[in-house]
């Protein structure tokens, strides 16, 4: 079993009881009823715990002693005398879980050694899968250890490992294993001034307007044969570049409230939605929500977002930017009110692509600090390849603790292919990650963070529990695992403004998750817009040390969101 990620020790149990603290009436919990036979080890079968086993693998030398004094009443441990390789551990028999649904797990230790605990997965295609989540400190003092994850596809049981992996003791008792239910937000009022086009002011819809720049030609039309009544048509003939769009008038939104924004569209080509904030220094914001297949058919798309501090009022353009018809209708956005946070601000470092620059140049820096990055790595043609990783080398940093996530085979743009070929890219990387490493990665980042609707099913489908797009903003609670934003680190973009994303993750309680690439020096910057110097991170991890920020893993984030 591989090394595991930094602990979140705490963090769900104290963002829960955080909830019902403040009294939050539109959301629902399940009562916390302990999935585990026998959690705290005082019912024997014999000479072990009834329903718990013993395990372990490599080469080393473990003693298991059974009972022991526990948290309370009895406990069990397992020492290791002698240690090269492999682990050893107590745990329970496997307990009926839900594919899909989330499960907070806590347990009680005392170990004069750093410990890890793994979620073992078993799916119904009789294989495993398996979910770090986290380390304990040795202390030699009985210490709690909490946190959450989600039951992958497929899942139909699980136990927790909490392993010893070097010489020394590990003393475990009074376990537990909850399901907890997603939180439950009622509706609010659309606030989309004639949200289905029915009202007309003129030869316009009312509240509507047209807008379009750049090198195109591009004809509006009202009203036409909508998704139920109206709707409204753009047709562009001949495009270079830019966009076209029809938008409401802007309408005032509270800076960091939550919104759920929803319309139809039907197309003959891929489209894209952007909301537009207006703030309060005069200033505009823009934000990316995602992307819609071209399919000539009416289809619905869905998103949540949070307003930033300083937004005042707001407008969506749902654009075209290629020659094709777009018709949009039936928009909606709701008001769910001050958005979930965690219990405080986090970031993670996610690294695009492998490149061998970041493990020479990039990781240094960050292990100096004791902060572990997802490194998402493309796996076909680049093992071989100086500029990127090796396939030792990617597996020395996953055993160093960093996460590894997919970035499919060949990163190819998943929208311009194939439904086959994109699931091939999909499931493909996961399987060759799988072979390279002994366990199929949870993470997924989307190359050119290019997805739709049926892209996010794919990935969904193969196996992963959550994705980055390149959609700009933060992550809270309540945020979709598939669709998570991130912002990204490009060499145009100041020190200041990294500090000011940092500052406001940490002001709001939200998740920010940064995107980088290369770590180099490179000769021609405005032509390398996606490499950094390695300076900007050092500059970076020493601000966010210097605020104290909490620091997770892409996969440890995921495991934070209430699903």
């Known amino acids: 079993m591989r090394k595991l990620k930094s602990s979140n020790s705490f963090f769900f149990l104290i963002f829960f009881v955080s909830l019902f603290l403040l009294g939050l009436p539109k959301n629902s919990f399940a009562a916390a009823t302990n999935l585990i036979v026998n959690p705290s080890l005082e019912t024997a079968n014999g000479v072990l715990p009834a329903n718990w086993s013993q395990g372990q693998w490599g080469t080393l030398s473990a003693m298991f002693a059974y009972p022991v004094a526990g948290h309370t009443g009895n406990g069990a441990k397992v020492t290791l005398s002698s240690y090269s390789s492999g682990d050893a551990k107590w745990y ?6 839900t594919a899909g649904k ?14 890890a605990i793994t979620v073992r997965v078993h799916l119904a295609s009789g294989t495993d899968q398996y979910i770090d989540l986290g380390t304990i400190n040795g202390s030699n003092t009985w210490q709690q250890f909490s946190n959450a994850f989600t039951a992958p596809v497929g899942a139909v049981s699980v136990t927790v490992f909490h392993v010893i992996a070097k010489t020394g003791a590990l003393t475990v008792d009074d376990y537990s294993l909850t399901e907890v239910a997603p939180i439950v937000i009622t509706p609010t009022t659309n606030l989309v001034p004639n949200p289905s086009f029915e009202t007309a002011s003129g030869n316009l819809p009312m509240s509507w307007l047209q807008g379009q720049w750049g090198t195109l030609s591009a004809a509006f039309a009202y009203p036409v044969t909508g998704h139920t009544g109206k709707g409204a048509k753009i047709t562009v003939s001949s495009y270079t570049n830019g966009d076209a769009k029809w938008y409401f008038s802007e309408i005032p939104v509270t800076a960091g409230d939550l919104y759920v924004f929803s319309d139809w569209s039907n ?12 703030l309060a220094d005069g200033t505009y914001q823009y934000l990316g929500l995602g992307s819609v297949a071209g399919t000539n058919a009416w289809k619905q798309f869905n998103t949540s977002f949070v ?7 707001m407008t969506i353009f749902h654009v075209i930017k290629s020659k094709g018809t777009l018709m949009v209708d039936d928009y909606s956005l709701l008001d769910k009110g001050a958005a979930p946070k965690f219990s405080e601000g986090m970031i993670s470092f996610t690294f ?20 572990k990055s997802t490194q998402a790595i493309i796996t076909t043609g680049t093992f071989t390849d100086p500029d990127y990783m090796t396939a030792a080398q990617v597996k020395t940093i996953a055993a160093n603790g960093h996460e590894i996530a997919s970035h499919t085979r060949t990163h190819s743009d998943l929208l311009m292919l194939t439904a086959a070929k994109a699931k091939t890219e999909i499931t493909g990387s996961r399987s060759d990650l799988a072979t390279l490493l002994g366990i199929a990665p949870n993470s997924f980042m989307y190359p050119l963070g290019s997805y739709n609707d049926a892209i996010v099913s794919l990935v969904k489908g193969a196996g992963y529990t959550g994705a980055r ?15 998570l934003r991130s912002q990204g680190v490009n060499n145009d973009v100041s020190i200041s403004t990294i500090k000011s994303w940092i500052y406001t993750a940490i002001a709001n309680k939200t998740w920010l998750i940064l995107t980088l690439h290369e770590q180099a020096v490179l000769p021609n910057i405005p032509a390398n817009l996606y490499s950094n110097d390695p300076a900007i991170l050092q ?13 997770v893993t892409f996969g440890q984030g995921v495991s934070m969101l209430a699903k």
């Open 102 to 115: 989330q499960y907070l797990f806590s347990d009680w230790s005392n170990s004069n050694v750093s410990s």
């Open 267 to 278: 197309s003959s080509v891929g489209t894209s939605l952007t909301v537009q904030f207006h």
């Open 352 to 371: 695009d692509d492998g490149y061998e620059n970041i493990f020479t140049s990039g990781l240094p820096i960050l292990d100096k600090a004791g902060i």
């Open 307 to 313: 307003a930033p501090v300083g937004a005042t009022s």
């Open 92 to 97: 329970f028999d496997d307990v009926p879980v």
């Open 469 to 483: 797009t390149t959609d700009t903003g933060y992550n809270t609670p309540s945020s979709d695992p598939y669709t």
């Open 539 to 551: 500059q970076i991890v020493d601000y966010v040390k210097l605020k104290n920020m909490k620091t």
